[in-house]
């Protein structure tokens, strides 16, 4: 049965309500810094100290106002009842194989973190091989990453404490599950790649940090090492460094038929990188360098004897196919650039398996070791694949496929028949029915024509009253397809609408899109979502009042200037672990990584249209803001709190309105990967609680609970 309960979706708080927050004191401090001429002021600089006395008593001076009014908004328990509720269902990873033995991560429904499985045939009885619920009370260690050998014998795993990024690797008996001696620490930024033998694994490491540096020092001096099984770490080989340059990365692989180490160089987040291997048959042999120049994006996908695959964007844009003899130079083009932006390529059963984004809606195709289409695999609806996995020499794959409306769900393909099946499929107690996801395209300030999802209940009446959540992120050639939210299902069961334009400085059409959101170009993201945003109102979903903007890391700078820029277009923001201070980000952990995508204010050619967007340095005092609920961790090591300490602290003195700006600030959290269910259900339940009273939606909602229908 159904049972209805009725919210009133937000209580309005008055004026006198509202002007009854009395904000933590923020100190300010005379600092300043000449950038080529120009003086800038940075009053709450002492924010950036983490781990001083005054920080750590700000934030909980913080923590508790923003905790007080998040707990006096009535209708919160009964969105964290929903959102529980919905979270409690069984989900699986796709499964994996490595030797003779499968493997797949399980959550049984409100598990903090994902449990990993082993078993012998798809039919066997799954064995629980590593359970990172038992490694912390309160489910903040993740289990990060799993790395088999060959043989499916031994792995290594890696493991992150609060959301960290740096790694702990601790190596695995397969067999008989227990943990070897063996373990590494001051991982990041790198995987496993196993020796074909199973005698040992290559990775990328970082010299210890300095006492008291880890979560803020700069990521420098990355080394490629190879260790042995069995020995302590200080044994370890050095393998390759670059000392002329510590921006250098390196990822390493080993090809399917264990002869080449492959590595990847990359530098910061730029996407082009340069290629280097080395003959594991020769002990002595050099490290070659294939590309030896950041002049493209090259993937490698894998190896017939001495002929390598890449997936390019070498002169390219939407990326294409090529084979490479590195005997002869030889270059061929198996697969062409088209209007299909090519996201991955993966040799199973000796073919090779495409995912392409077509208009921002997944394509999965099979072809031949030529590039021949073999079969264009038919997906349930527009959505996304993803979670690709599959044997060079055997005949099935698994893949899943999501949509907004169509939970993740697992697939087999039989490569001897061309069949997929669904494999698992998960019940989530809602309607499907209920919802409709359609696609819109817009055009944005300089007339570029911009794609948008809009997905909100069916019968939605265009009176310019309902209550929006606009999403973006614009960056890092990074796209934003269809996937299934339980937490956005839950906004738009109480009647919000939830639209994601697909801005310009993403993935979705290929490099060129992607250029034209960065850098100088960097406007173009926030105008993109400022035009979705009059869109939406034009159009009568939502009107100025009822709309609210969201996005994280990335997405809380774009978020940050959209705010600044255009803070009468909004009723509420909730900018998540954002890139704020665009003046000083690159001054620590791997912030500096991100100067291709954004630029250096030290370059006296950059630092104008970086000042002239950065969201701390455009607060004006007195303006009326929008009901703003920053939020961050104090273990985000990726993008450090001080981004989101400053921002609130500035905005808060800057309000000239009667909306709240608040800072929510999670512990023993970070970036976001790896949070336990626990601590994000909280955190979706405060986010959606705040954006009811902020847009005054006082209309009763009815939230379903118990069956609600599933797929």
Known sequence: MK??????????????????????????????????????????RWLEDLDGEATAAWVGAQNEVTFDYLASIGLRDAVKQRLTELWDYTRYSAPFKQGERYFFYKNDGLQNQSVLYVQSALDAEPEVLLDPNTLSEDGTVALSGFYVSDDGERAVYSLSESGSDWRTFKLLDVAT???????????????????????????????APEEGTAMEGVNLGQQLYFHHLGTSQDEDQLVYEDASDPELGFFPQVTDDGRYLILTVWKGTDRRNMVYYKDLQDEDSDIVRLVDAFEAGYTFVGNTDATFFFQTDHEASNSQLIAWNTETGAKDVLI???EAVLQSVSIVNEHFVVRALEDVKGRLTVHTMDGTLVNTIALPAPGSVGGLSGQRDEAEMFYTFTSFTYPTTIYRYDFTTGASMVFRAPEVAFDPDAFEAKQVFYESKDGTRVPMFIIHKRGLDLDGTNPTYLYGYGGFNISLTPSFSLSNLVWMEMGGVYAVPNLRGGGEYGEEWHQAGMLDQKQNVFDDFIAAAEYLIA?????????????????????????????ELFGAAVPAVGVLDMLRYHQFTIGWAWVPEYGSAEDPDQFPFLYAYSPLHNLKPGTEYPATLITTSDHDDRVVPSHSFKFAAAMQAAQGGEAPVLIRIETKAGHGAGKPTSKVIEEQADKWSFLARALGVENVMALPTGDGGSR
């Not at 933590?24 to 003086?39: R, W």
Request: proline fraction near 5%; charge should be negative; hydrophobic fraction near 40%.
């Open 3 to 44: 049972v209805l309960v009725c919210l009133a979706l937000g209580v309005l708080l008055t004026n006198a309500a509202i002007a009854q927050i009395a904000y933590p004191e923020s100190a300010t401090s005379d600092v300043a810094d000449d950038y080529h001429g120009t003086t800038v002021v940075d009053p709450y």
């Open 177 to 207: 599950g227990e943990t070897m001696a063996d373990e590494l620490e001051w991982i990041k930024f790198s995987g496993a790649a196993w020796m074909k033998d199973g005698s040992g694994f290559f990775y990328g490491r970082y010299a």
């Open 336 to 338: 062409p650039e088209s």
């Open 539 to 567: 159009e009568g979903y939502t009107s100025p009042e009822r709309l609210s903007i969201g996005g994280g890391s990335n997405g809380g700078l774009l978020v940050g200037a959209a705010l600044t820029q255009r803070p």
